[in-house]
T-cell receptor, first 112, second 112 residues
Framework: DAKTTQPNSMESNEEEPVHLPCNHSTISGTDYIHWYRQLPSQGPEYVIH???SNVNNRMASLAIAEDRKSSTLILHRATLRDAAVYYC?????????????FGQGTRLTINP | DVKVTQSSRYLVKRTGEKVFLECVQDMDHENMFWYRQDPGLGLRLIYFSYDVKMKEKGDIPEGYSVSREKKERFSLILESASTNQTSMYLC???????????FGPGTRLLVL
């Protein structure tokens, strides 16, 4: 499985934008970039995914580098409820990857 | 919204007991998954099912079995609980094997 690298932790302030980076230099052409987050004592929650183009949904935006070797999850206006561990993972949906493989993720702290 | 529920949030069992963890989803999803999550080891797939009465082993099936008698329900069974099965157990479901996986809140199991 292609690997991803994320900072262990990040901190931001409430109502400010947050940019969470992810490096995936060994990404293959059929790997989709997925983001999940896990709030304390909760199961993981799907956030967003993309292949090549930038993506937006009600939770966040995903900016993908042109060479696809990195991506950034953008929370436009962080709230205290966004404090969680954020996981960037690659899924080869062409080959039919059944399982999700989570790394260590980035622990995001939001200051009031 | 997809809803995945798990029968217990917290469970304490004794070594050698038979343990049943139940998962129910309400979105008519074909695929259901059982993972365990441990600090430093991330998420590991135990079993998954792509249809009623069908099951496939994941990466760590030893010591576990599963049952899927109805589409909406997927049970994880620990035949004889051991202390190394103390963990957070997460159930997930998806419409197709390549689709987004939606997680339940998790069951934190302690085996004494």
């Amino acid at each position: 499985d292609a690997k991803t690298t994320q900072p262990n932790s990040m901190e931001s302030n409430e109502e400010e934008p947050v940019h969470l980076p992810c490096n995936h230099s060994t990404i293959s052409g059929t790997d989709y970039i997925h983001w999940y987050r896990q709030l304390p004592s909760q199961g993981p929650e799907y956030v967003i995914h993309g292949l090549t183009s930038n993506v937006n949904n009600r939770m966040a935006s995903l900016a993908i580098a042109e060479d696809r070797k990195s991506s950034t999850l953008i929370l436009h206006r962080a709230t205290l409820r966004d404090a969680a561990v954020y996981y960037c993972i690659l899924r080869d949906l062409v080959q039919g990857a059944q399982k999700l493989v989570f790394g260590q993720g980035t622990r995001l702290t939001i200051n009031p | 919204d997809v809803k995945v529920t798990q029968s217990s949030r917290y469970l304490v069992k004794r070594t050698g007991e038979k343990v049943f963890l139940e998962c129910v989803q309400d979105m008519d999803h074909e695929n259901m998954f059982w993972y365990r999550q441990d600090p430093g080891l991330g998420l590991r797939l135990i079993y998954f099912s792509y249809d009623v009465k069908m099951k496939e082993k994941g990466d760590i099936p030893e010591g576990y079995s599963v049952s899927r008698e109805k589409k909406e329900r997927f049970s994880l069974i620990l035949e004889s609980a051991s202390t190394n099965q103390t963990s957070m157990y997460l159930c997930a479901s998806s419409l197709g094997v390549k689709e987004t996986q939606y997680f339940g809140p998790g069951t934190r199991l302690l085996v004494l």
